[in-house]
């Protein structure tokens, strides 16, 4: 692959990874590709830097823009990981058909993401289990027309940025009655810009109010859970893992999919199926163990310490010897090469 060299601005020597914000500093590098006349141009790896855009740009008006958001990690044996880079580029292939923008092969996805970790991998320190690389592949539609329309040419951008927790504490949530995040039919599969743009104004109202984050519900009845926008949602009870069913209208989660599989491995029954809001309540009321938690690349499990329902504050259990940080302990073992990686997960690079 052609790489330009040019000064980098070396942030890393910079960075504090005790004390930083997710998502503000990135990496030293990007991986760059455009697509024009009806095909994709080989990409290369520069120094990261702003874009050049026409300000008619089609992303910035009808938001075909489509992301991923992956992680890599450092194995114990010190090589750099990328957890499940073909689960990540299936779905971000089924966002782009969604959006109507062009599908990316294979091999440049997958040499766009290795090259660009190999460039940044000191970004991963060696000695620090609590950090992992965040990667946001994207792509944006750049025809310079303001007519609505489908574009013609798209730029394709791979960045990334270190994570340590997302959420620094257990979340204080709400069942949303009100608001819809997607409804079936939708693009709410996709992994597009517009459903989290969509989604600021309530979960701002709802911050105002005091929750971190809320619980969409099903935009016909607003009864059945869907999930939680930067996450899936999960309730564990009874020795069993319970997660709304896949649909138009929720993301497929890749840690959602590993958490049900390790679930499984460890012998917990495993449903995928809908959950009324009135079940947690009803739980919650008679106080039985009931565990409810986040799902996400970025969020990895979050617990849920307040869920109000109906307005009325429930508390489910969040203690210590919770289900739900044996589930997050075994994803982190094997995705950091402490646990058996058995379905094969983990994508080391080995040069
Ligand atoms: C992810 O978990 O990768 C997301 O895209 C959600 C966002 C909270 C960063």
Same mark, same amino acid.
């Given at each position: @692959?052609?790489?330009?060299?040019?000064?980098?601005?070396?942030?890393?020597?910079?960075?504090?990874?005790?004390?930083?914000?997710?998502?503000?500093?990135?990496?030293?590098? =990007?991986?760059?590709?455009?697509?024009?006349? #009806?095909?994709?141009?080989?990409? !290369?790896?520069?120094?990261?830097?702003?874009?050049?855009?026409?300000?008619?740009?089609?992303?910035?008006?009808?938001?075909?823009?489509?992301?991923?958001? &992956?992680?890599?990690?450092?194995?114990?044996?010190?090589?750099?990981?990328?957890?499940?880079?073909?689960?990540?580029?299936?779905?971000?292939?089924?966002? =782009? !058909?969604? &959006?109507?923008?062009?599908?990316?092969?294979?091999? &440049?996805?997958?040499?766009?993401?290795?090259?660009?970790?190999?460039?940044?991998?000191?970004?991963?320190?060696?000695?620090?289990?609590?950090?992992? @690389?965040?990667?946001?592949?994207?792509?944006?539609?750049?025809?310079?027309?303001?007519?609505?329309?489908?574009?013609?040419?798209?730029?394709?951008?791979?960045?990334?940025?270190?994570?340590?927790?997302?959420?620094?504490?257990?979340?204080?949530?709400?069942?949303?009655?009100?608001?819809?995040?997607?409804?079936?039919?939708?693009? #709410?599969?996709?992994?597009? #810009?517009?459903?989290?743009?969509?989604?600021?104004?309530?979960?701002?109202?709802?911050? !105002?109010?005091?929750?971190?984050?809320?619980?969409?519900?099903?935009?016909?009845?607003?009864?059945?859970?869907?999930?939680?926008?930067? @996450?899936?949602?999960? &309730?564990?009870? *009874?020795?069993?893992?319970?997660?709304?069913?896949?649909?138009?209208?929720?993301? *497929?989660?890749?840690?959602?999919?590993?958490?049900?599989?390790?679930?499984?491995? =460890?012998?917990?029954?495993?449903?995928?199926?809908?959950?009324?809001?009135?079940?947690?309540?009803?739980?919650?009321?008679?106080?039985?163990?009931?565990?409810?938690?986040?799902?996400?690349?970025?969020?990895?499990?979050?617990?849920?310490?307040?869920?109000?329902?109906?307005?009325?504050?429930?508390?489910?259990?969040?203690?210590?010897?919770? @289900?739900?940080?044996?589930?997050?302990?075994?994803?982190?073992?094997?995705?950091?090469?402490?646990?058996?990686?058995?379905?094969?997960?983990?994508?080391?690079?080995?040069?």
């Amino acid at each position: @692959m052609h790489t330009i060299e040019l000064p980098t601005t070396n942030r890393l020597k910079q960075f504090n990874f005790d004390q930083f914000s997710f998502g503000e500093v990135p990496t030293d590098h =990007l991986f760059l590709a455009k697509f024009k006349n #009806g095909e994709w141009e080989n990409g !290369e790896i520069q120094p990261f830097s702003n874009f050049s855009l026409s300000p008619f740009s089609l992303c910035f008006h009808y938001g075909q823009t489509v992301f991923e958001g &992956m992680k890599a990690f450092r194995l114990a044996d010190r090589t750099v990981s990328i957890f499940r880079p073909d689960k990540h580029y299936e779905r971000l292939n089924r966002s =782009l !058909e969604r &959006m109507c923008m062009p599908t990316l092969p294979k091999q &440049m996805f997958l040499t766009g993401l290795t090259e660009l970790l190999y460039k940044d991998a000191a970004w991963l320190p060696v000695d620090r289990q609590d950090i992992a @690389m965040y990667i946001r592949p994207f792509v944006i539609a750049t025809d310079p027309r303001i007519g609505v329309k489908v574009s013609n040419e798209y730029l394709f951008a791979i960045t990334c940025t270190p994570i340590g927790e997302y959420y620094d504490k257990p979340l204080r949530v709400k069942i949303e009655t009100e608001y819809v995040r997607a409804a079936e039919g939708s693009a #709410g599969s996709a992994k597009c #810009g517009g459903n989290y743009g969509g989604a600021f104004y309530p979960t701002q109202k709802a911050n !105002e109010e005091g929750f971190d984050q809320l619980i969409w519900t099903d935009a016909q009845t607003h009864q059945f859970l869907e999930e939680a926008g930067t @996450m899936n949602i999960m &309730m564990y009870i *009874d020795n069993t893992l319970i997660t709304p069913p896949l649909s138009g209208s929720i993301l *497929d989660g890749i840690t959602r999919n590993s958490i049900l599989q390790i679930a499984r491995d =460890l012998s917990i029954v495993v449903e995928e199926r809908a959950i009324h809001y009135k079940e947690i309540a009803e739980h919650l009321q008679k106080s039985d163990r009931l565990e409810l938690f986040g799902a996400g690349t970025a969020a990895i499990i979050s617990p849920i310490s307040s869920v109000q329902i109906d307005g009325i504050d429930y508390y489910p259990h969040t203690g210590n010897d919770a @289900m739900m940080f044996k589930l997050k302990n075994e994803l982190e073992g094997i995705r950091r090469g402490i646990k058996e990686d058995k379905h094969n997960w983990n994508y080391p690079l080995n040069r």
